[in-house]
């Protein structure tokens, strides 16, 4: 096995077709078949199925393109550092982000990164924290924001901060409810998301409740139009509507006899030494998360009492 047959494969494999991938290569289709048969007799098993017109990958041929894939990245990336001396970033860097912290840090990380390093590009891939994981393990990511990460020795966590977890509802009159307790919490129907619900009720199992969810939502957008239409109230992270709490849209209800929170953190594969670029993008993400929280945006709002208060501009906080 070596890079050329594995170049070959990967190619053939992504045009789908023998020919396509002959032309693109400027290599002659025979040599092509060689190669590819060499790597079907030395790994035991077909690869792909010739077709009238093209190919089709065996599943053994998809679970080998994967890891062929990764390779080239890998091969890549350290030809990328070679040639920069190492000491200029630059090259790819894949980004993993939930749903709830995408649109909180992109904004600042892609400004500071135009900034700082205009010469990375920048991949942003969204998922819940249990399939960034496995993204970073599988190197389909290079660092990622997990929400309270188990142990683990393949993945290396930099905490970055901790957040409270409210009840959001549509703003209402003054002088109506303010916080709520946890017993309330296990009768009050919310929605929430699937990974909210279950850091929510493993800390509730302290006080001996749980979280009365009426509608797991995995689309944050969705659970926002809920609460301002009035139809439902959310178990979210504070700073998920920030913005809404900012503009007085919503109010958002502290857990008075309850410490539910989630603890983001900064993750990378543990084995693996990340190269310049990694490097800035994981400085970058840090810098951000701190930025928002002297901004107010991960602590109890000030609107959870019903009075909305503005958001201060960065300028403003540097004054």
């Known amino acids: 096995m070596d890079l050329r047959g594995i170049r070959y494969f990967v190619q053939i494999a992504e045009l789908g077709s023998m020919t396509r991938a002959a032309q693109h290569l400027r290599?002659?289709?025979?040599a092509l078949s060689r190669?590819?048969?060499?790597?079907?007799?030395?790994?035991?098993?077909?690869?792909?199925?010739?077709?009238?017109?093209?190919?089709?990958?065996?599943t053994a041929g998809r679970q080998f393109l994967d890891h062929c894939q990764r390779i080239l990245r890998e091969l890549g990336r350290a030809q990328d550092e070679l040639r920069?001396?190492?000491?200029?970033?630059?090259?790819?860097?894949?980004?993993?982000?939930?749903?709830?912290?995408?649109?909180?840090?992109?904004?600042?990380?892609?400004e500071r990164m135009r900034k700082q390093c205009p010469q990375i590009s920048l991949k942003v891939v969204e998922g819940f924290s249990n399939?960034?994981?496995d993204w970073l393990l599988a190197g389909r990511a290079d660092v990622a924001i997990l929400t309270n990460p188990a142990n683990s020795r393949a993945i290396k966590v930099?905490?970055?901060?901790?957040?409270?977890?409210?009840?959001?509802?549509?703003?209402?009159?003054?002088?109506?409810?303010?916080?709520?307790?946890?017993?309330?919490?296990?009768?009050?129907?919310?929605?929430?998301?699937?990974?909210?619900?279950?850091?929510?009720?493993?800390?509730?199992?302290?006080?001996g409740a749980h979280v009365n969810v009426e509608a797991e939502i995995d689309a944050v957008e969705?659970?926002?139009?809920?609460?301002?239409?009035?139809?439902?109230?959310a178990?979210?992270?504070?700073?998920?509507?920030?913005?809404?709490?900012?503009?007085?849209?919503?109010v958002a209800w502290p857990i008075v006899d309850a410490n539910i929170h989630r603890i983001l953190t900064l993750a990378q594969r543990a084995e693996r030494r990340p190269s310049a670029a990694i490097d800035e993008i994981a400085q970058i993400v840090?810098?951000?998360?701190?930025?928002?929280?002297?901004?107010?945006?991960?602590?109890?709002?000030?609107?959870?009492?019903?009075?909305?208060?503005?958001?201060?501009?960065?300028?403003?906080?540097?004054?």
């Open 286 to 319: 840090v810098a951000e998360v701190r930025a928002l929280v002297d901004e107010g945006v991960f602590s109890l709002p000030g609107a959870a009492s019903g009075t909305p208060q503005p958001k201060k501009s960065r300028n403003q906080e540097k004054a």
């Open 84 to 110: 920069s001396g190492a000491a200029m970033a630059q090259g790819l860097v894949i980004l993993g982000v939930s749903p709830t912290t995408g649109p909180l840090l992109l904004p600042g990380v892609v």
């Open 158 to 207: 930099t905490p970055l901060n901790s957040e409270p977890m409210v009840v959001f509802a549509r703003s209402q009159a003054r002088g109506g409810r303010r916080f709520v307790t946890a017993a309330e919490l296990a009768r009050m129907p919310v929605v929430s998301t699937e990974a909210i619900r279950i850091i929510a009720d493993e800390q509730l199992q302290r006080n």
């Open 27 to 30: 290599v002659a289709q025979p």
């Open 35 to 58: 190669h590819i048969r060499a790597l079907e007799q030395e790994l035991g098993v077909a690869l792909m199925v010739r077709l009238p017109r093209g190919v089709r990958l065996t």
């Open 131 to 133: 399939q960034l994981y």
């Open 222 to 233: 969705a659970i926002r139009r809920l609460v301002l239409r009035g139809t439902s109230m």
């Open 235 to 250: 178990l979210m992270p504070a700073s998920t509507f920030h913005e809404d709490i900012a503009a007085g849209h919503m």
